[in-house]
């Protein structure tokens, strides 16, 4: 959630772009709650969690409502088209929320584009112009969605399930193929390219060591990391011009 924010408001600073992180962290946080209720509905039950998940959701859903009304009031509409075009993959994510499938790779995959959306969204509400705007977006699910790929099937390797490393590895390098397109057309640095290049290396590497013990908690923390390089490639890249 916060790489798409932080992206956002560190190349398009703006009142409305700080109005919508906030409108957009108050939807996100709503996700679990409304997740817990809907599982407790489904199953016919009500448990002492379910009144508390409820309110929660509300609050949330308050907080997301109240922080886009304020970009809008500040901004006018023109930033709400990527999240128009978002819709879709969030409703998906959240299809499958209420089935209780939150972990299937259709739901990671649809969650993580949508969320991207946001950082165009606050560079459009910050003034930029849509096409290079629409290119944060694009970066961002060019790093997300090969991510999870590479995630799941370290995940499957170490509770040694079938994985398929080949496909992984396909999916960063159209990824880098997709910005590479993008920096050539003028809509994106060539360091998000870099940042990319680096993360088909972090991939190369992982499998290569697949037969090392590593939590979960350990990757995540990682990619914690090359979350915030491949923000700070991407934010050097259009400030110096690279």
Same mark, same amino acid.
């Given at each position: ?86 819709a879709p993959f969030t409703i998906v994510q959240l299809f499958h929320d209420s ?38 977006? !694009? ?32 999916a960063h390098a159209l990824a880098i193929? !997709? ?18 290049? !680096? ?44």
């Open positions: 959630m916060f790489e798409p924010i932080v992206l956002g408001l560190l190349l398009a600073p703006s009142l409305a772009g700080l109005f919508l992180s906030v409108g957009a962290v108050g939807a996100f946080l709503s996700r679990h709650p409304f997740k817990l209720a809907i599982g407790d509905w489904r199953r016919g039950r009500r448990m002492p969690r379910t009144p508390l998940a409820e309110r929660f959701a509300v609050l949330y859903v308050c907080i997301a409502t109240l922080g886009l009304a304020l970009a809008i009031k500040t901004a006018g509409i023109g930033f709400l088209l990527p999240l128009l075009f978002a089935l209780g499938r939150s972990r299937s790779l259709i739901a990671e995959l649809a969650g993580s584009i949508s969320i991207g959306a946001v950082a165009a969204a606050i560079a459009i509400a910050g003034g930029w112009p849509r096409p290079a705007a629409f290119g944060l977006w !694009i970066i961002l699910a060019a790093r997300t969605v090969p991510t999870i790929l590479y995630l799941r099937a370290r995940l499957r390797i170490l509770h040694r399930k079938p994985a398929s490393p080949r496909m992984v590895i396909i193929l !997709i910005v590479f397109g993008l920096a050539r057309g003028g809509v994106a640095p060539f360091l998000a390219v870099a940042a990319l290049v !680096i993360l088909l290396v972090r991939a190369l590497i992982g499998f290569s060591e697949s037969g090392k013990r590593v939590t979960p908690k350990r990757l995540g923390l990682r990619e914690l990391g090359f979350g915030a390089m491949t923000v700070c490639a991407v934010v050097l890249g259009h400030v110096v011009g690279w």
